[in-house]
């Protein structure tokens, strides 16, 4: 092993849905049970929602609801705008929710009902964190790893660090690139990749580009 | 397991072998009402083995009944679903007692119990008292509307349990003391019905049930019941013979427990009159590799239907990469992610529309096959549910947090 170098340990996170037993029916309900929920089910409808491919029209829960089942799209897209991946803390995306909400509920007082069945059920998670018994210890293991490892890695890596360690905006796989290999201008290509923007998988396929960018410059000697 | 290895997510595979080093030795019992027939058993008769073979001490007890008891679960079984139905205070009595009587001939002894559905839930109260173990409920139905009453008596006994899991959100019922959790039925993508085929297989039941090749297929396999909209489905294809000339096949088994299904089916038939490219199939419930072949040969495959429990024959669907059609009803949005692994729809002429459009953009409809592949892959096989069964057991050890290092 290279010496002195902490070896990247890859995990995983597998999420199972749990049921608050909560629901609502107009846009009225949804801010109180926004207000009263406590920051799990806030997590889970938007933070998590990366968990899902990114593959539907809003960017969280909250606003997919609004815009298919309210069928108010300006909403939607004012709340689907809400970035919880640069805010501080949950109670932050809390009040960004209720704040564009009220200015909704401002202009249209009396949001209609949705049709039964549609309601918007409030739920959260419970996680179950594992090592996936890959490692890397250098530049090259790691790039094969990233090739490798489940969609859920690389989101429990690249999405949920951002909340788990705090620091509103960085991921594990650039502060390992730069704490650990002391690659800061490379650490921070990968803190350049939008997460808000892509698929898990288009993640993965950004973070490869831009480590085969490097170790191809660093075989030619033009870089650090 | 291995057997599933390139086929399942590797997360949910490394997730059950842990679980099961955690768990080893340990018991886990699985207590339903019939030993064939229905997903259920399916599903059973899979898990336990592949338990087995990862160390858990996994048993699968049938409670027995007779037919006055099995009336009555039917009955609750289609009251919990929202159709009225009368009950006496006797028949709720006797369906305690049957539970009682079971009581005392099955070993419920487990270290985790798993009763399936209604008609075993009143064992909860045989539970021993003295032995910490879990009790989780599983309820394979649609709860969402049920008729009260009934709802009100089956919940004295389900509100005793540790845990209840139920397919889709709005199913859960809010019960204060019971940690409730969603998790969605899956497919086994080894057995008959969904393993691969080969080409001399697919063409031995296309000739078998006298299917020609020689125009695109649209398909909708499910029981003949009102449900299904059999009739909106031939309609949607009248659409589109229109400009695409096709066949429709619509395969399924007769509703035996539904008076009504002789009738539909009869409908059916007429509605469909003299139409040579419409093919009605009635099959045996066991003819998994037939419907697995029409699935593979057919180019479109809908999943039409007005209501809904989770419309598993979906996933199927998908795993085999078909660009899919779907009522937007009980789970079927839940697989079908509009746009993106199919299309939902709430109309005949919607249906229609859809599938001329999958029809003329076939690089469309084969991008969206492989995507449904893919959702399939990571959400509805048979190991994401059993990797499901394993956590929640192990949770139970940690209630009230949300996040668990293994």
Redesign the interface.
């Known amino acids: 092993m290279e010496k002195g170098i902490e070896p990247f340990e890859f995990k995983q996170c597998i999420s199972i849905v749990k049921s608050t037993g909560k629901s609502a029916k107009n846009l009225g309900e949804l801010r109180t049970l926004i207000s009263k929920a406590g920051d799990e089910p806030i997590f889970h409808h938007t933070h998590q929602y990366f968990l899902k491919g990114h593959i539907l029209e809003y960017a969280n829960d909250f606003a997919e609801w609004a815009g298919v089942n309210l069928e108010e799209r300006a909403l939607a897209e004012r709340l689907s705008c809400i970035d919880p991946y640069i805010m501080k803390s949950v109670s932050a995306v809390r009040k960004e929710l209720i704040r564009e909400i009220d200015s909704f509920l401002n202009d249209f007082p009396e949001p209609r009902d949705v049709v039964t069945g549609n309601e918007f059920y409030l739920n959260e998670t419970v996680s179950l964190v594992f090592p996936v018994g890959v490692s890397a210890k250098n530049l090259a293991e790691f790039l094969v790893a990233v090739e490798h490892i489940d969609e859920g890695s690389i989101y429990y890596h690249f999405f949920d660090s951002r909340v788990r360690l705090g620091e509103g905006v960085v991921d594990d796989f650039s502060r390992w690139i730069e704490h650990g290999l002391g690659k800061k201008e490379l650490a921070n290509r990968i803190r350049a990749i939008d997460p808000f923007m892509h698929s898990i998988e288009r993640i993965r396929e950004h973070i490869m580009e831009v480590i085969e960018e490097h170790v191809r410059a660093e075989m030619e000697g033009v870089t650090d | 397991m291995k057997q599933y290895s390139g086929i399942s997510?590797?997360?949910?595979l490394?997730?059950i072998r842990?679980l099961c080093e955690k768990l080893e030795g340990k018991s886990f019992l699985h207590v339903n009402s019939t030993r064939e027939g229905g997903g259920v058993a399916e599903i059973l008769h899979r898990m336990i083995p592949l338990l087995k073979d990862m160390g858990i001490d996994a048993r699968w007890e049938v409670i027995e009944g007779d037919a006055e008891f099995f009336d009555f679960t039917k009955k609750t079984h289609n009251a919990l679903q929202g159709n009225p139905e009368k009950f006496t205070k006797k028949m709720w009595d006797y369906y305690y007692e049957v539970n009682k009587r079971n009581s005392k001939k099955l070993d419920l002894s487990a270290d985790a119990v798993l009763i399936h559905d209604p008609q075993p839930a009143p064992l909860i109260d045989f539970r021993q008292k003295s032995k910490k173990n879990t009790w989780m409920w599983r309820c394979h139905i649609d709860v969402?509307?049920p008729i009260q009453s009934v709802w009100t008596n089956l919940r004295k006994y389900v509100q005793q349990y540790d845990t209840a899991i139920?397919s889709v959100?709005?199913f859960?019922?809010?019960?204060p003391k019971v940690?409730?959790?969603?998790?969605t039925p899956s497919i086994d993508p080894l057995s008959d019905k969904n393993r691969e085929l080969t080409l001399e297989e697919i063409n031995e039941v296309s000739e078998r049930f006298g299917i020609p090749r020689d125009k695109p297929i649209l398909l909708q396999v499910s029981r003949f019941d009102r449900f299904k909209d059999p009739i909106g489905v031939i309609n949607a294809y009248k659409i589109v013979k229109k400009y695409n000339d096709c066949r429709l096949i619509l395969a399924g088994s007769p509703a035996t427990d539904d008076p009504e299904g002789e009738a539909i089916l009869n409908e059916v038939k007429e509605y469909a009159g003299t139409d040579d490219d419409i093919h009605i199939l009635m099959m045996p419930p066991d003819h998994h590799k037939e419907v697995n072949a029409l699935q593979r040969m057919s180019d479109v495959i809908l999943q039409k239907s007005i209501k809904e429990g989770f419309g598993l024959t979906v996933s199927e669907a998908m795993w085999k990469e078909k660009p899919v059609i779907g009522g937007a009803v009980g789970g079927i949005p839940l697989q079908i992610?509009h746009g993106?692994t199919g299309f939902v729809v709430y109309s005949a002429e919607g249906a229609a529309f859809r599938i001329r459009q999958y029809l003329n953009n076939p690089e469309m409809a084969s991008r969206m096959g492989r995507q449904g592949k893919e959702?399939v892959r990571?959400n509805f096989l048979l190991t994401r549910q059993i990797?499901?069964n394993l956590?929640?057991w192990?949770?139970s050890s940690f209630r009230g947090?949300?996040?668990?290092?293994?």
Request: charged share 30%; no cysteine; hydrophobic share 40%.
């Open positions: 997510p590797k997360g949910d490394l997730l842990k969402s509307r139920f959100s709005k859960a019922k809010s019960m940690d409730e959790f969603i998790v992610v993106f959702y990571n990797r499901d956590s929640l192990y949770l947090k949300n996040v668990i290092e293994l």
